[in-house]
């Protein structure tokens, strides 16, 4: 192989592995280069505001999130969530609030409801409702 032919390829080598390099930096970490904002950016935390109307006459409710991958859960909660107001709608409902911020932006978390009765009994919900984080960004600006 002539010597001009050699350090073509290893001018192109070295050229791509620069190339590879480069992508990599750029968007290895959602685009940060560019300041990009898009929903789900690669591990950008996020938020999940769950609310839920219910009767007033309970203690309140324990929250679940379910890992999408082996179904365990982890309890959301770190106590019972109680009603966000006393003020109760036209059918004698109040609204529970909780935040949930364990989560990635733009990823999708399934949850389940347990409410907790006067008496201390607890009744899980059976469907699992299912929300997207969103960004803390787009959460603030509402």
């Known amino acids: 192989m002539e010597k001009s032919a050699r350090v073509s390829c290893r001018s192109a080598y070295f050229m791509s592995t620069r190339l590879i390099l480069v992508l990599i930096l750029l968007f290895g970490n959602g685009c940060s280069f560019f300041k990009w904002r898009g929903e789900g950016t690669m591990n950008e935390p996020g938020i999940v505001i769950l609310e839920r109307k219910a009767s007033a006459n309970i203690q ?8 999408p991958d082996d179904g365990t859960e982890s309890m959301v909660n770190s106590r019972i969530v109680k009603p966000s107001s006393n003020i109760t709608d036209d059918r004698g409902l109040v609204t529970y609030r909780l935040i949930d911020r364990g989560v990635i932006a733009g990823l999708d978390y399934y949850y389940v409801f ?10 899980r919900w059976d469907t699992p409702q299912l929300m997207t984080a969103q960004s803390l960004q787009s959460a603030t600006s509402r």
């Open 114 to 123: 347990e409410e907790i009765a006067e008496d201390g009994t607890k009744t």
């Open 60 to 67: 309140g409710f324990n929250v679940y999130r379910q890992d």
